[in-house]
């Protein structure tokens, strides 16, 4: 028994120190990482080309084919094992001349307002659409007013996102259906037109875009829809009190082309022990047209980038293969992750982690795990490596829309979680540029994403 006793004793001291060392070596990688990205970084480069050289990238346009070819050309720069263009069909919508609206109080007294088509949307009639408008806060508000009071109007959505939730991807979740549904809910009630609020807790001047959708809606019964800007909405609330039978115009020429080809952008470092198991970092490389798109995903995709570079960079050879996927058509249709899984599917490819950056190049705070319980016990006991570089938050939830279609049993899901304090103020809107964007804080989060995708290439 004495021997035993002894025996359990130097096992667990035994294993103890093969704890601290197996930590200490993680330690010093990680910091040679963090010390890396710092110091030679690329990202902001990469991001400055995208934002500044082609700008906004919209699904199907000049800009975003631009972007596929430069960001193949700097992959391929990288010596990455292999770099490869995934087709994927695309929509393409086109926003035209840039749109007018005011709000007419009397024959002749008009002010003018901000306002921006929501990406999907058909045009007003030729001339642009004037009508009444009717305030509502909820989709179920308009099925309760019904045809009778709805009829011939435009509805004006004006459900703002709620400021006391400190999580403000919820806040915006909470709202968004208002701008995605809101004109196939009205059109069904003889609406003529949709106003959405932006979806942004900052009072401003900058309409946000952003999906929509007609459902199956008949082409002839779909109505234009556009978002207006905070403060254009407070106005317009606050003058319909005064003034209910006031009249808005506004005039908008986009158009829907048919589907065009695009590519997701693919790079890999082939794994040196596990070559058919595969590593995903990535963004999706498309964006809304009226900024650069530097937040939103410009920062995710060069921080993607930058993963593979910074292993390259350190001379860390990954045991399974680790591909950067810069997704094409996130924002309009998702086609780009969709193609990118059922391509996988199709070849069994064995996909065990996939790491997402969508939520603004702000100052990383975590991450979001979608997985089994096992796996986040095990990741979670890293979370102690990270809180030297302030990374504290690790918890279940969601990842990201480009990964999600790989979602399987087995697998690990992640979304990088910077501070969202901020993100909502440029989502979407003309104000989302290179300008917007920090360089330490882009380069924090390519660190603490090339960390986590270290950590599990090494110990799962």
Known sequence: MKNL????????????????????????????IYDTALLEGKSYDWLDYLSNQIGGRLSGSLHAEKAVKYTETELKELGLDKVWLQPVMVPKWTRGAKEYAYIETAPGVTSTTDICALGG?????????????IEVTSLDEIEKLGEENIKGKIVFYNRPMQANLIQTFKAYGGCVD??????MEAAKYGAVGVVVRSMNLRK??????????????APNLRIPACAISTNGANYLSSTLKLQPKLKFYF???CRTFPDVQSYNVIGEITGSENPNKFIVV????????????????????????????????INYKPKNSIRVVLFMNEENGLRGGKKYALDAKN??????FALESDA???????FSFDCDESSFKKIVSWKQLFKPYLVHFFEKGGSGADIGPLKKDGIVLVGLRPDSQRYFDYHHAANDIFEAVNKRELELGGAAMASLVYLFDTHF
């Open 204 to 217: 401003d001047d900058f309409p946000h875009t952003g999906s929509m959708t007609y459902g199956d809606l």
């Open 282 to 313: 990535g963004g999706h490389l498309d964006s809304w047209d009226l900024g650069d798109g530097s937040h939103d995903d410009g920062a995710g995709c060069v921080q993607s980038m930058e993963v593979l570079r910074l292993f390259k960079k």
């Open 251 to 253: 005039n908008q020429t």
């Open 178 to 183: 208002q701008r995605y549904a809101g004109a």
């Open 360 to 366: 603004g190049g702000f100052s990383p705070q975590g």
């Open 121 to 133: 949307s058909v045009s007003t009639p030729l001339g642009g659409l004037k009508a009444q408008v």
């Open 5 to 32: 006793f002894f025996l359990a004793i130097i096992s667990l001291v035994s294993f103890q120190t093969y704890s601290q060392n197996v930590n200490k070596e993680d330690s010093l990688i990680i910091k040679k």
């Open 347 to 352: 070849k069994k490819e064995d996909h065990i």
